[in-house]
């Protein structure tokens, strides 16, 4: 399966400051999707990074609190914007490299808010 | 109703033990479906996919039942290791689109 590097690893921010997180696959990918676990809780998706164009956000998630960028097919962010202690949670990238595959996920990045 | 529904458990067994996990999922297009292991504060991996004829992997079988419309994860011979949150995820792709609904998951901790 494709080898996915999240970066950072774990961040602790201010209060309404912004994080970009990166997401790079070693080989391209049809999927790439963001999620967002909080403790405890299940997985969240937050928008798929369709490559070329605007995220397809899911309900409750706006680009302007998470824009996502998507510029060729092994590469995704995802942008933390205005961040609130309501915004500490786990975000993952996950990729699908065709048809019925499952996906793959990054190791995350932890996220923090004070 | 959720499309994807799993018992959250915990299921605590003893070492040893035979487990059995339950995946139902409400779309009857589903075309792909698969089991994945979570470890806390960490990511989901993927344990398995599940084959319409069934599939075994060591001590670890899935099984699909369309009519019933759920998929099943078997676990024999429990080991401490196998403690971890297990995830089911269904795939409903049509016209070129992927939609991956992942169940809540179910707790396991298996106990010495």
């Known amino acids: 399966s494709a080898v996915i590097s999240q970066k950072p690893s774990r961040d602790i921010c201010q209060r309404g400051t912004s994080l970009t997180i990166q997401c790079q696959v070693d080989s391209q990918v049809t999927m790439m999707f963001w999620y967002r676990q909080q403790p405890g809780q299940s997985l969240t998706l937050i928008a798929t990074?369709?490559?070329?164009?605007?995220?397809?956000?899911e309900s409750g998630f706006v680009i302007d609190k998470f824009p996502i960028s998507r510029p060729n097919l092994t590469f995704s962010t995802l942008t933390v914007s205005n961040m609130s202690p309501e915004d500490s949670s786990i975000y993952l990238c996950?990729?699908?490299?065709?048809?019925?595959?499952?996906?793959?996920f990054g190791d995350g990045t932890r996220l923090s808010i004070l | 109703r959720k499309e994807v529904e799993q018992d959250p458990g915990p299921f605590n067994v003893p070492e040893g033990a035979t487990v059995a996990f339950n995946c139902t999922y409400s779309?009857?297009?589903?075309?792909?479906f698969f089991w994945y292991r979570q470890d806390c504060r960490k990511e989901p991996k993927l344990l398995m996919s599940?084959?319409?004829s069934g599939n075994e992997d060591g001590r670890f079988t899935a099984q699909l039942n369309r009519a019933s419309q759920y998929i099943s994860l078997l676990i024999r011979d429990s080991k401490l290791s196998d403690s971890a949150t297990y995830l089911c995820?269904?795939?409903?792709?049509?016209?070129?689109?992927?939609?991956?609904?992942f169940g809540t998951g179910t707790r396991l901790k298996v106990l010495a």
């Open positions: 996950s990729v699908v490299g065709g048809s019925n595959q499952p996906q793959h």
């Open positions: 995820a269904v795939n409903s792709a049509a016209s070129g689109t992927y939609k991956y609904i």
């Open positions: 599940v084959y319409s």
């Open positions: 779309n009857s297009a589903s075309q792909s």
């Open positions: 990074a369709n490559q070329g164009s605007e995220a397809t956000y």
